[in-house]
């Protein structure tokens, strides 16, 4: 059994109601191992020799209605190898708790905050509170519970990080009906699994999924009538308008514009029903599309 040596931080947003964790190390695709969340229950991060059970059981719990301190305690006291083990958790209402056994390797430690906990091992000291200290500053602030949570990592890093080097980062976040359709609750689940600057390839990572999925701003939304003409232009050097440029958003220019849409994967920001067309999904239409013809 090899150590899971990482640092993460998990996280609770009261406001949207999202769970979630963050997660970088020096270990092959560390995000499939360390990171779990179920929304309406809480968010595991196990590492450190991980005993993996400690997330799908570590939810349960929570979702029964443990506390996130009352689901370590019984974990950990079912554990023969509790020594070994690592792991922070966020249960349904915010609390938080984590745990680093006595025979983790140095150096290894956490930082529980309000709403938040930070955890590490193998670590060059000071990680944990950049962390931290990092994730109490932008929280609340610009972005949402996914920047926090990578911001938090990326301060972690700037402070040393994991003391044998980069591998792998992951970000996980859920809220009830908060995945793709509607129909289930994975928000945002975004992995590098093996990279020579994982946390810097997520954040790229992270600003493409707020492109594809994230929530419009109804304070940038654009009518489609004041911009019919250009994007006529755009759909027929695409190949998916074949009318004249008249600048009347018809339905023609409608279907067209839905089919682009949905080949770029930005469905989710324009179903092709409303009257408006969100500025980010414009400005990506423009910038990839308007040099032609």
Not at 36 to 41: D, I
Not at 119 to 131: D, F, H, R, S
Not at 277 to 289: H, S, T
Request: aromatic letters at 8%; hydrophobic letters at 40%; a negative charge.
């Amino acid at each position: 059994m090899k150590p899971i040596a990482t640092f993460s931080i998990v996280g609770f947003d009261a406001q949207k109601k999202e769970w979630g964790v963050a997660v970088q190390s020096k270990f092959m695709a560390v995000g499939s191992v360390a990171s779990w969340a179920k929304a309406g229950a809480g968010a595991v991060a196990t590492q450190s020799y991980a005993n993996l059970m400690y997330g799908p059981w570590g939810l349960e719990h929570m979702a029964a209605g443990r506390s996130a301190q009352s689901t370590i305690d019984f974990l950990v006291s079912n554990d023969e190898d509790r020594d070994l083990r690592q792991v922070g958790m966020v249960d349904a209402s915010g609390q938080t708790a984590s745990f680093t056994g006595e025979k983790c390797h140095a150096w290894a430690g956490h930082v529980v905050g309000d709403g938040y906990a930070c955890q590490g091992n193998i670590l060059v000291p000071g990680t944990v509170e950049a962390m931290s200290a990092r994730f109490e500053a932008v929280r609340g602030k610009q972005g949402e519970l996914a920047d926090w949570l990578v911001a938090a990592l990326a301060a972690g890093q700037k402070a040393g990080g994991d003391k044998r080097g980069r591998q792998s980062a992951a970000v996980l976040v859920v809220r009830e009906a908060g995945g793709y359709g509607g129909n289930n609750d994975r928000y945002l689940d975004l992995r590098v699994d093996d990279h020579p600057a994982p946390i810097k390839e997520l954040e790229r990572l992270l600003k493409m999924h707020h492109l594809y999925f994230g929530e419009v701003d109804q304070s940038t939304v654009v009518p489609l009538m004041r911009v019919a003409t250009e994007l006529q232009k755009i759909l027929y050097s695409t190949g998916h308008y074949h009318g004249p440029i008249h600048g009347d958003f018809d339905q023609r220019t409608r279907e067209a514009l839905r089919s682009l849409v949905g080949i770029e994967n930005l469905e989710e920001r324009w179903t092709g029903k409303e009257d408006v067309i969100d500025a980010g999904v414009l400005a990506y239409l423009r910038e990839k599309f308007g040099g032609r013809g």
